[in-house]
Every structure is written in C-alpha cells, then in structure tokens.
C-alpha cells in the first residue's frame, strides 16, 4: 500500500499513538483529556496526505524545503492551531518537536510493518512524506517560540510594573527616616540608594518589555526648558551618588516641546552609565547646547577607560555591556543590566532624534543626543523606534 493510502487509512492507529506518546510531555499533558492531546493531530495528518497527493514541481519543492511555500490557512492554519494550543497548556519547545518526531517514527514504523516489499516509488512517498512533516513543524514552531516570546514579555512587564509600587514606599520611608531621624542618615541613605537601584532596574525591564510586547507609551510631548530640567534630573542622581561630581553647562536657546518624563529616564540612563564607568576622580559633564534653531544637543561626558571599538557599533543594542575590567566594585545607584543605553537610544528615536557615541583615550567618552525641538507629526510609539 502506498504511503498517503496507508496514512489515511489508519488515521485512528496513528492517533492512538500520538496521544499514547503526548501524555508523556509532562507536566503539561497531566492536565489534559484525550480531546486536547488529540488536538488537531487528525487534520494534519489529512493535509499531510493531501500535500504527498498533490502535483510539485522542483521549484515548488524547493520553496518548501526553504519554508518559502505561503501555507494555507496563514495564521489560522492547522499547524499554527496546534502550536498555539500546546503553548497555551504549557508545553515547550522540545516538547512540541518532540511530538512531530515521534509523529514521523510512527507513521513510518506502522507503515513498514505492514508493507512486505518496498518499489522505488516508496522512496518519493518518503521523501514528500518528510517534507510535509517539516513543513508542519516549521509553521507550528513559528508560533509556538513568538506565543513563549509574548507569554514570557507579559510575566515581566507585570514583574516590572509591580516592583515599582513597594519600591516606591521603602525609598518613601527611607527619606522621611533621613529627615526625623538625622542619627539613622547612613542606613537610611543606604536603603534609598539600594532601592533607586532596584527601581532603575524595574523601570528598565518594564520599559524593556513594552517594547518587545509593542506596547510602548506614545511620546507625550510638552513645552519644557531642557536647562531647568536637567538640573533636576542632576540634583535627583545627586542624592543616592553625593561622592560624585556632575558638571552641567548650557549655551543657547534650551527651550522646546518634549517628553519630561521620557527625557528624564534617558538623562538619567546616561549619566548613571558615565558615572558607572568614568574614573571616579574625574567629573561628568552634562551640556545643553540650544544654539542650533531645529534642534537641541543633549551631551554627557566622562574621562575613564575608552570602549572598545569592537563594541562601539552595538553598543546602543539591548543587553551589552562594556568589558568586566571597565566596571568599577562599586557601582552607583541605577546600574543596570545592559538594557539602559537601549532604552536611552529608544526615547531619543521616540522624539525624532538620535544618539552618537565618541570614545577614545584622552578625549573621553561622550553620548550626543541630538533632539528637534519639536515633534511636528505624529508621535512615534517607543516600540516602533
């Protein structure tokens, strides 16, 4: 019997497996009936036949074998189906290959057994058989990895998001402590800069997420002075970093319409980075230069150990860092995992603008924030930059 007659004659045999083999995906499978493990296990198979009984020519098998062939159904197809259901019940992903590799051993193994003599033309029924079964498994693990993208980036941004409440009541308790109670001043600044710490960490990973969730909160632009606001970005990092000097200057204009609030992560993000790894006896200098009419250049800048120029080109990418002989034992309140210079470089895309980054020996180590002074279209969403 030929391979697709055998397959749809035995669909029920096959099936019987498949679920003998999907209760074994523990512990997911422990809390589903034989509906939900069958799932569409039956309609697969059927497109399996359909497609081994279809007419194809070498081009077309090549577009399947490089996952080239639109499939049918698109989003809603049968295999995007099934991803979606073991993603839900919380299958993983060698779990879910799992499957389509027992699938595969099954349907060959029965087929075998009852076919006493192969002919060439069995070759080519294995041969379409398989590329069925990949195709299958390669549109099934495309939304089975984005649905665990999508799942994974709602845990964090709900961690994220509900971090900042209590976080928000220790640095509250530890600055009314430093005001009533002057003799407690050193623990109780060691609590608040611990939890700015916390909360810079939280902010990033929630901002983070939103953006691979794209989710990411328009830009809410206003008329702002960029001087008035960097002082008292300054004067906040000033409180939990006192043992370091920030500079700033500003010439010009530094009037336009931005997003305080947005700014202020991406001011804050900079500096803390400069202060992480600038040498701790030289000062960071934040500069406003509103001389240009268009735009405002937003600058902060720290003498230390250059970047190396390998990491120069992603360094504006999540999760890089500079090399571990660059980072100081004592980080200053703020320091994060890698993803602020991400976020920072997010915002300013956000407002139309762009950060460049310069670092060598003796010049220093300096972030350009270029910023028009006002958006005239539509705000961009920060997940869209």
């Known amino acids: 019997m030929r391979l697709p007659e055998f397959i749809a004659a035995q669909i029920e045999s096959i099936m019987k497996e498949w679920v003998s083999f999907a209760r074994t995906r523990l512990p997911a499978a422990s809390s589903m009936n034989e509906l939900a493990l069958r799932n569409d296990g039956v309609a697969i ?3 399996v036949v359909a497609d081994m009984g279809g007419a194809q020519t070498q081009l077309q098998q090549k577009d399947k074998s490089q996952g080239l062939r639109p499939r049918a159904g698109g989003i809603n197809s049968t295999p995007h189906r099934h991803a979606a259901q073991r993603a839900l019940h919380g299958f993983e992903t060698l779990q879910l290959v799992a499957e389509f590799r027992a699938l595969r051993a099954t349907v060959l193994r029965l087929w075998t057994e009852s076919t006493p003599s192969l002919d060439l033309h069995d070759l080519d029924d294995v041969t379409r058989f398989n590329e069925a079964i990949d195709e299958a498994l390669a549109d099934s693990l495309k939304v089975f990895v984005a649905e665990a993208d999508h799942r994974r980036h709602l845990f964090m941004g709900v961690l994220g998001h509900d971090l900042r409440g209590p976080l928000h009541t220790i640095m509250g308790c530890a600055q009314l402590t430093l005001r009533k109670r002057p003799e407690d001043a050193r623990e109780a600044a ?4 611990s939890a700015a710490q916390v909360k810079a960490l ?3 990973l929630l901002e983070f997420t939103m953006h691979g969730l794209n ?3 328009p830009v809410q632009a206003s008329p ?3 001087d008035q606001f960097c002082r008292q970005t300054l004067d906040e990092i000033a409180t939990i970093s006192p043992e370091r000097r920030v500079e700033f200057e500003c010439a010009g204009d530094p009037g336009g319409s931005w997003d305080g609030r947005r700014l202020h992560q991406l001011l804050w993000n900079l500096v803390v980075n400069a202060l992480k790894y600038g040498a701790p ?11 240009r009419q ?3 250049i937003l600058a902060v800048h720290n003498f230390g150990p250059p970047i190396p120029p390998e990491i120069l080109p992603t360094l504006l990418a999540p999760l890089v860092r500079g090399s571990p002989e660059h980072v100081a ?3 200053p309140a703020g320091a994060n995992m890698g993803l602020g210079l991400y976020i920072a470089n997010t915002i300013a895309k956000a407002h139309s603008g762009n950060i460049d980054v310069t670092s060598a020996a003796e010049e220093g180590t300096r972030f350009k924030v270029t910023l028009p002074r006002g958006l005239s279209t539509m705000t961009p969403n920060l997940a869209q930059a």
């Open 45 to 47: 198979l059927r497109e």
């Open 190 to 193: 060691m609590i608040l800069r």
């Open 215 to 217: 989710l990411g909160a």
């Open 329 to 331: 034992s004592s980080l």
């Open 224 to 226: 702002m002075r960029l």
């Open 294 to 296: 268009d735009e405002v």
């Open 202 to 204: 939280a902010d990033d």
């Open 281 to 291: 006896d030289r000062a960071v200098s934040v500069t406003v230069d509103g001389t």
